[in-house]
């Protein structure tokens, strides 16, 4: 399995289980993300800390997945960045996009809050 997907009260988390946000994770993940978002899902809490490696295609699921949070008045996290992971983010200047969280309870927080605030 690539990831796992937890729906709790406010919000659902989605796992990614994979060493390596590649081309053979994204696409899986995206529409994932795409059907979470067509059942009335708005609030999501995406946890990268087993990922250490994220390619072109995974950025991709990650803005799918904020511009659907967005879309719908939700709230989108992204939680548990690698230093590599962290580092693309930066140099591709999405850090001041989306939602980062150092650590999963830091995204649980900062998506409880969020959700408060909407």
């Given amino acids: 399995m690539?990831?796992?997907?937890?729906?709790?009260?406010?919000?659902?988390?989605?796992?990614?289980?994979?060493?390596?946000?590649?081309?053979?994770?994204?696409?899986?993940?995206?529409s994932e993300l795409v059907l979470l978002s067509g059942n009335g899902e708005k609030n999501l809490l995406?946890?990268?800390?087993?990922?250490?490696?994220?390619?072109s295609s995974g950025l991709s699921a990650i803005l799918v997945a904020n511009r659907l949070c967005k879309n719908a008045d939700g709230a989108f996290v992204l939680a548990g960045l690698q230093p590599a992971v962290e580092r693309l983010i930066?140099?591709?200047?999405?850090?001041?996009?989306?939602?980062i969280a150092p650590s999963l309870d830091d995204g649980t927080e900062m998506i409880r809050k969020a959700i408060e605030s909407n």
């Fill in 90 to 99: 930066s140099v591709s200047q999405l850090d001041s996009v989306l939602n």
């Fill in 2 to 30: 690539d990831f796992k997907i937890d729906k709790l009260d406010e919000y659902t988390l989605v796992q990614v289980l994979k060493e390596k946000l590649d081309t053979h994770v994204a696409p899986t993940l995206k």
């Fill in 46 to 55: 995406l946890d990268l800390s087993k990922c250490t490696y994220c390619d």
